[in-house]
């Protein structure tokens, strides 16, 4: 049986798992809904009356402190998929198993709606169509035969393919390597934590240059120059350069990551809602 002084020990211990875990949550490195908030709130519960001493109570209170934030990222992330109108793929998996067939058939025969089509020429239509053919030009007079046109040819010079953005002014290393520097200080000025957004650092003044810049991103995080922080509970994303090149591992396949810079999503960083 265990003594007094053993209990309280062990509550110490659990409590401060219980803090580990939902630190975990809110640094966005572990899912909130792995927390059990019931098992939680009984081990609270359980140990209270063990505490004497402000120290235990101190714990007992962050615990608590803890598990509120943890169930407000909770909610947040409800709060989210419900507005989006986001259904879970297994939910829903789940939920067609347990239909059966002829529920299921029914319910198809319910919601579809085929479209029909049905296509024929008329008459007058036909008779427009004679109409156009025969006001036609023949086409030897349609057709006529131009003498081609003498063109002078002479050597372009470096500066000539450069504006015809045939050759780059610089070196695409020399290119990505600017890129890299002007990434690390834009982080010093414009970001927190090392890192900055990712929409941020791309965004350009035309969305000629944005696109550039976000194809120069990319080359940046495959080249091992930079990382991409991603928190889908938030749906932010960030940059996150290193302070020297990454080796990349080449018999391991990397992770695509798409991300969509389209016209409407520049235009809404534009004019500033792109992260409200």
């Known amino acids: 049986m265990q003594t007094k002084r053993e209990r309280s020990k062990l509550g110490r211990e659990k409590l401060q798992r219980i803090i580990e875990m939902c630190k ?10 792995l927390i059990d908030v019931d098992g939680v709130i009984s081990t609270v519960k359980e140990y209270f009356p063990e505490w004497k001493i402000p120290d235990d109570l101190n714990l007992d209170a962050e615990t608590i402190h803890r598990l509120a934030s943890v169930i407000k990222l909770q909610s947040e992330w409800v709060k989210h998929r419900s507005t989006s109108l986001y259904t879970d793929p297994f939910l829903l998996e789940e939920k ?10 029914e319910i198809f025969t319910k919601i579809w709606h085929p479209i029909i089509e049905f296509e024929q020429i008329s008459l007058h239509s036909f008779a427009e169509s004679l109409r156009y053919w025969e006001s036609l030009l023949p086409l030897k007079e349609r057709w006529k035969e131009f003498a081609p046109e003498e063109v ?85 994303i960030f940059v996150k350069p290193y302070e020297k090149q990454m080796a990349k591992a080449g018999k391991k396949q990397l992770i695509s990551i798409p991300i969509s810079v389209s016209v409407k999503d520049w235009l809404k960083w ?6 409200e």
Do not use: C
């Open 96 to 105: 067609l198993a347990r239909i059966a067939k002829e529920d299921m058939v």
């Open 152 to 236: 002078e040819t002479s050597l372009a010079t470096r500066e000539e393919l450069i504006k015809q953005q045939i050759l780059r002014d610089k070196a695409f290393s020399e290119e990505l390597e600017n890129f890299w520097q002007e990434l690390k200080q834009q982080v010093e000025t414009k970001g927190k934590e090392g890192k900055i957004r990712y929409w941020d650092f791309v965004g350009a003044e035309t969305y000629e240059d944005t696109v550039q810049r976000a194809f120069m991103t990319s080359f940046l995080v495959t080249y091992g120059y930079a990382t991409l922080e991603i928190i889908p509970l938030e749906e932010e």
């Open 270 to 275: 534009k004019r500033g809602e792109l992260n």
């Open 24 to 33: 975990s949550v809110e640094d966005r490195s572990l899912d909130p809904f």
